[in-house]
């Protein structure tokens, strides 16, 4: 494929994902796929991958997140491979944007993930960054409130050990979600970029949480 129909293929992949994500909720929204797309082509300047599947895997890759979908993971894979259909690429990239979809997500309960490529370590480091960080914190929180979920509640420890399907259920306060999710991804990142940026966020994250503690207890 000529670097002109790459192009074209992005840039009606992008007008397809905007169209899509119009009215959703701020923190799956068209922006934290703009984010996702520009910290995987960073990543992807460092690595040797097809930049085309990468591009298209991080703009397809929350194209109908299950949490919106009563947790039906198939509706995302379907509804991109019903659009890529209409575009002028290979079965076999089709094949390989759907699998990163199907794999990118952090499911909870230690679950194996099934299929791997550099191009998917590419968009999954860049999905996680942008659950990290400043910005991160600003999705966890929002998403929470999209819920009606509390902050925090002292009487309510995270679950370390909950099971994908519980992972999944899960209503606890949003501040749990640090111990269940967001700090434990510096760990799991793939990429010497991706984990670079993701120790930077966890150090915010981690200063974050104990300056919300000193002001929780009144000590601040």
């Known amino acids: 494929m000529t670097s ?12 397809f994902v905007k169209k899509q994500l ?4 701020g923190g799956h929204d068209w922006f934290h796929i703009e984010r996702v797309y520009k910290n995987s082509l960073l990543i992807a300047s460092e690595e040797n991958v097809d930049v085309l599947i ?10 109908a997140d299950s949490k919106f979908h009563e947790g039906d993971e198939t509706v995302g894979p379907a509804l991109a491979r019903k659009f890529l259909e209409t575009q002028e690429i290979s079965e076999e990239t089709i094949i390989h944007v759907i699998k990163i979809i199907e794999n990118i997500s952090f499911k909870g309960g230690n679950q194996l993930q099934k299929f791997h490529s550099k191009e998917l370590a590419v968009v999954q480091d860049a999905d996680r960054l942008d659950a990290i960080g400043a910005i991160g914190i600003a999705r966890a929180f929002n998403y929470g409130g999209f819920k009606n979920r509390l902050l925090y509640d002292p009487d309510i420890p995270p679950n370390l050990t909950m099971t994908p399907a519980e992972y999944k259920a899960s209503k606890a306060p949003t501040i749990n979600h640090f111990y269940e999710k967001l700090l434990l991804l510096k760990e799991i990142m793939n990429t010497e970029t991706g984990t670079r940026i993701a120790s930077e966020r966890h150090l915010f994250m981690e200063k974050f949480l104990a300056q919300f503690y000193a002001e929780w207890e009144g000590e601040k």
């Open 4 to 15: 002109e129909n790459s192009q074209l293929v992005i840039a009606n992949t992008i007008s």
């Open 22 to 25: 119009e009215g959703a909720e």
């Open 54 to 63: 990468v591009s298209l895997g991080a703009l397809l890759h929350d194209i």
